[in-house]
């Protein structure tokens, strides 16, 4: 059975705020050089359109995160499964995510790649559910929009891997 999409947020208007985040965080870092960390799959989306935008110098890593728990609620166990081709000592690093829900996965990658001793590292994310959050203390740096307790797909969002390269940002309306 095909699930309905309903669009959230527009394509144009995704893409406006990228710019507008670019604009930001080139004159925040101007100067340096930023090391943009992007956590796989979902931030692919948000980074390439992000970076392509920045004024600053620009280099990149990736990596992969996986919660293992019960049920589709993301658990506190999070694991680097894939990590970093590069040190990050030194450097000044924006971590990269498409959305925060509890907030355990950056709360936990955070710890990890502070022990690296980076100059510097604040976070990015496309989304932001703050109602769902459940860890404390997490400060996100920058945020492209809040969205609604609902299940979201696209721009790097999936359902079981589907609607990722949906190029607007929907909300995934299950049929009874
Ligand atoms: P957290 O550790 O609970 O903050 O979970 C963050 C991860 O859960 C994200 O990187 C997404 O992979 C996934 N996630 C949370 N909410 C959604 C959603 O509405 N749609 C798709 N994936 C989601
Ligand atoms: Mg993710």
Do not use: W
Not at 56 to 61: F, R, S
Not at 160 to 174: H, M, S, V
């Amino acid at each position: 059975m095909e699930n309905k999409i309903r669009v959230l947020i527009s394509k144009e208007d995704v893409e406006a705020r990228i710019q507008a985040l670019a604009d930001q965080i080139s004159r925040e870092y101007e100067g340096r050089i930023l090391h943009l960390v992007t956590v796989l799959k979902g931030g692919v989306f948000i980074t390439t359109e992000l970076a392509k935008r920045l004024t600053v110098p620009v280099t990149m890593d990736f990596l992969t995160a996986s919660s293992y728990g019960s049920g589709t609620v993301s658990s506190g166990n999070v694991k680097v499964v894939q990590g970093l081709r590069e040190s990050l000592m030194g450097k000044d690093v924006l971590l990269v995510e498409d959305i925060i829900d509890s907030g355990n996965t950056l709360k936990t990658l955070k710890a990890q790649l502070l022990q690296q001793e980076p100059a510097s590292l604040k976070l990015l994310t496309l989304l932001d559910k703050p109602s769902r959050r459940t860890v404390e203390g997490l400060t996100v740096d920058y945020c492209g929009f809040t969205v609604p307790d609902e299940f979201i797909v696209g721009y790097g969002l999936d359902y079981a891997e589907k609607y990722r390269n949906l190029p607007y940002i929907g909300i995934l309306e299950f049929e009874e």
